[in-house]
């Protein structure tokens, strides 16, 4: 919910909207009280798998400043596990996680499968919950990031919501082989490998609807690395750093463009694709 209107989003259907611009038919799994006809256009072109809930995730989110105020209206009781993705969907080339709610999503249990890549979209992670359903940053390092930083793995994460964590955290994770994305909203993000950290400028764009570029942002990042689209973690910053610009100039996960028209807005040059499975 934003003043004024009702919206469906959430990670999974900015993610689908990536993957649908990569020509990647994904497999999603879903709470069905989330699904609706508005979903189904982010949604329609990848395998959707339903998973029964009590009642729906839903945020109250109202802009202050450059930031945004968030309250949880409602969420569900019992967190998605890995045992609800359908047992014959094969292994992923790349498992896209995106929790809102560090209970919403049981991450650790994701530990078990076996994709080639790994993105855990992390801020669910890294966000609290207090009275009246108020959303502020953890202010520490969650213990499950730790579990996850392994080489083909890359966390994305909000530097707005790491404040407060110690000077080495970040080293930490990167050290254990993950590549690690600091969005930093309309200032861009930071990307960190064990080789290299530089800044990714956004491009210029009109803004119409911000919420969900970093979702979109990691996801095309991602995408570009997994898939071979790009030839360095720099190019894929840059291809991102578009896919961000564009998705935040339509209102909600509305459809991107395709990859190769992204390719050339960002001035690469095109890379044969291997639209493979991602989950």
């Known amino acids: 919910m934003l003043p004024g209107r009702t919206a469906v989003g959430g990670a999974a259907r900015y993610a689908a909207r990536v993957a649908e611009a990569f020509g990647v038919h994904a497999g999603i799994v879903v709470l069905d009280e989330a699904h609706s006809t508005e979903a189904d256009s982010a949604l329609g072109a990848h395998d959707v798998w339903l998973v029964e809930s009590d009642v729906p995730l839903v945020f109250e989110i109202r802009p ?41 999503l049981d991450v650790a249990s994701f530990l078990e ?80 490998t064990s080789g290299e950290r530089f800044h990714v400028e956004p491009p210029a764009a009109t803004p119409v609807d911000t919420i969900g570029a970093g979702d979109v942002f990691a996801t095309a990042f991602a995408c570009a690395i997994a898939l071979e689209v790009v030839r360095s973690p720099r190019e894929a910053g840059r291809l991102a750093a578009y896919f961000a610009a564009a998705s935040i100039e339509t209102e909600g996960p509305a459809a991107l463009p395709s990859v190769g028209t992204m390719m050339a807005r960002a001035g690469l040059a095109p890379q044969a694709i291997d639209a493979g499975a991602a989950g």
Not at 65 to 87: C, H, I, K, W, Y
């Open 64 to 104: 202050e400043g450059d930031r945004r105020q968030m309250r949880v209206q409602s969420r569900p009781s019992m967190p998605v596990t890995l045992e609800a993705v359908p047992a014959d969907w094969c292994e992923p080339e790349l498992l896209v996680l995106g929790p809102l709610l560090p209970d919403d």
């Open 113 to 192: 499968a076996r994709p080639r890549w790994t993105l855990l979209i992390a801020q669910g992670l890294l966000r609290a919950v207090g009275s009246e359903g108020l959303v502020s940053p953890l202010g520490r390092l969650p213990e499950v990031l730790r579990w996850f930083a392994r080489p083909r793995t890359v966390l994305a994460l909000s530097a707005e919501e790491t404040t407060g964590w110690a000077p080495t955290d970040l080293d930490d994770l990167v050290a254990a082989g993950a590549t690690v994305l600091l969005t930093e909203g309309s200032n861009g993000a930071e990307v960190i």
